[in-house]
């Protein structure tokens, strides 16, 4: 959902886009082919995934299958959260957005609803954005790469709500983080509660794809 | 050379080490199998060889095989210049640090030699410190993971005085950005020629085994 509604600002916005998932040993791959499905359609440059072995460090309920998914939200940083998950996938980006001389990178961190997740925060990607500058010829040469994150400060139902004016079609969207083969959620988990939020403050029926229907 | 002196002085400094190493689509694999062979001589807790897919992204002579490696020094940055690829290497180590609840990451980079790339400097080390605090948990609770950059201000020569004072075997050790398998080094890259200066600088004979030999 996030995701998708990135990728339409940033075409909105004007521009060409080179898309980029991961796969980082999730329990499923439903997310994944939804990105692939979903980049296809709205005609951009290139969509790439690449494996990432972040599984291979452990450390949390999304890669590590000893450490259960909670069904309720907790204090603190959730036990979902991946560690340094968004500034190793930054740091592709980065690398990607060099290759291409990409003006900048558009990702779909989110401040309001993932507050436990430290590398959600603005203050995090304002220092992205100068570790950034620093590391790379485009920053060298005075024309650095732009970080943007447009969902940073938007709420679930305002996320929605931007996405259907631009058109995203959220049935496609996979947010579960168990979501079964074809995609369908669980209707349980946090990012399943999360989106159901999204969707009633948004005032709009539920567009998810639910493994009890 | 630089990776095993680092280790030798995280060592030297009383940490209990996991060492990470990257197969990024280098054009060769000795590299790669020297860095294990050190780590497991020196008893590290754990060796990890993390596949990144940078070569997917293109862009460099070191993981793009349309790209010559140059013999001769250049102006700026230079071809071997892989985009974004500390960044990607320190993101990856800062995950492992907070699973492991790592006080400190150790990293091999070096100013002097290599002042063309641009995150090979303090200024970039500095920005990844305060990025890293924002990013991770243990930034959020206070205890941030240092980022430990030994060998940054030291020349090659220095390097190398400094190695043999901790016991590190060079002979084990792949510089040579077109290793053969066996290992043995070019003798004519940039990272060969830096490498024999490092020798020289330091008045000791050249440990390195050549593919002319």
């Known amino acids: 959902m996030d995701s998708a509604t990135c990728l339409a600002i940033a075409l909105a916005d004007g521009f ?3 898309a980029l998932s991961f796969d980082y040993g999730q329990r499923h791959e439903a997310e994944l082919r939804a990105a692939a499905e979903i980049a296809s359609c709205t005609g951009v440059i290139s969509h790439r995934t690449l494996r990432l ?3 291979a460090l452990g450390g949390s309920a999304l890669t590590d299958t000893s450490i259960a998914v909670p069904e309720a939200p907790a204090e603190g940083i959730p036990v979902t959260y991946v560690p340094a ?3 190793v996938f930054l ?3 980065l690398a990607l957005a060099e290759v291409t001389d990409a003006d900048a ?4 961190m989110n401040a309001v609803d993932y507050s436990g997740y430290p ?3 603005p203050e995090y990607i304002d220092a992205f954005q100068v570790m950034a500058n620093r590391a790379t010829r485009r920053g060298v040469e005075g024309r650095p790469v732009e970080i943007r994150a447009p969902l940073l400060r938007l709420s679930k139902g305002q996320i929605v709500r931007r996405g259907l004016e631009l058109g995203v079609d ?3 969207t996979v947010s579960c983080y168990q979501a079964d083969v074809q995609g369908r959620a669980c209707g349980r988990c946090d990012a399943c509660r999360l989106r ?3 969707f009633a403050d948004a005032g709009v029926p539920d567009a998810t794809r639910y493994q009890a229907d």
């Open 16 to 18: 060409a886009c080179h």
């Open 53 to 55: 072995d972040l599984g």
């Open 85 to 87: 998950r968004n500034t």
């Open 91 to 93: 740091s592709f980006a």
């Open 105 to 108: 990178i558009y990702a779909g």
């Open 119 to 121: 590398d959600c925060r």
């Open 170 to 172: 959220f049935r496609r």
């Open 196 to 198: 159901q939020q999204g």
